[in-house]
């Protein structure tokens, strides 16, 4: 499959079947996003597997609609800021963010090649999350990622001409 065919494949699922994910999937998922790039290749992330019933029941505390808890796995994308490149010379952006949601992207693109479901997940309790993961001082979830087989037919996307998004040269 073409990589533009892939990305218009990709789209939110928020309906999973209850059957489970197996490893060898989830691992494919999980290597994708090891792979991807970061800012001077630090990789500030971690990636949480939830599969275990009390888990999940925790994390759709923090969240509660209804389609989290039917994933049989969800992905809980954390970032360490003090590990990420920090731009020094102009304005200290740091990059631990971005390099985890590039993380996060390369494992939505996976799982749609591989036949599954995702849906990044960001309106969620921060705090919630962080301790019904058992979060240390200094890691922050930054997404979940709900992973199983699609219960539903994906959207259309709706998306801007590209006339719109599009400067060349100067703004």
């Given at each position: ?5 892939l ?12 059957d489970p ?11 994708a996003?090891s792979?991807?790039?970061t800012a001077?290749n630090?990789?500030?992330f971690?990636?949480i ?10 994390l759709s505390?923090?969240y509660?609609?209804?389609?989290l808890r ?6 809980v994308?954390c ?10 010379r102009?304005?200290?952006?740091n990059?631990?963010?971005v ?9 939505t693109?996976?799982?749609a090649?591989?036949?599954l479901?995702?849906?990044w997940?960001?309106?969620?309790d921060?705090g919630?999350v962080?301790e ?5 001082d ?8 709900p ?25």
């Amino acid at each position: 499959m073409k990589f533009i065919e892939l990305a218009e494949k990709r789209c939110s699922i928020r309906s999973f079947k209850p059957d489970p994910v197996p490893d060898v999937l989830l691992n494919e998922v999980l290597t994708a996003g090891s792979l991807a790039p970061t800012a001077k290749n630090l990789q500030p992330f971690q990636f949480i597997v939830v599969r275990a019933e009390s888990g999940l029941d925790a994390l759709s505390a923090a969240y509660p609609a209804p389609f989290l808890r039917e994933a049989p796995v969800v992905i809980v994308v954390c970032v360490e800021a003090e590990k990420g490149w920090v731009r020094k010379r102009h304005d200290n952006k740091n990059y631990a963010e971005v390099d985890a949601a590039i993380a996060a992207d390369h494992m939505t693109l996976a799982a749609a090649d591989l036949g599954l479901g995702t849906c990044w997940i960001g309106a969620f309790d921060p705090g919630a999350v962080s301790e019904a993961m058992g979060l240390p001082d200094g890691v922050e979830p930054i997404t979940m990622l709900p992973l199983g087989y699609p219960n539903m037919a994906g959207l259309a996307k709706i998306r801007k001409p590209l006339e719109d998004l599009v400067r060349y040269e100067h703004w």
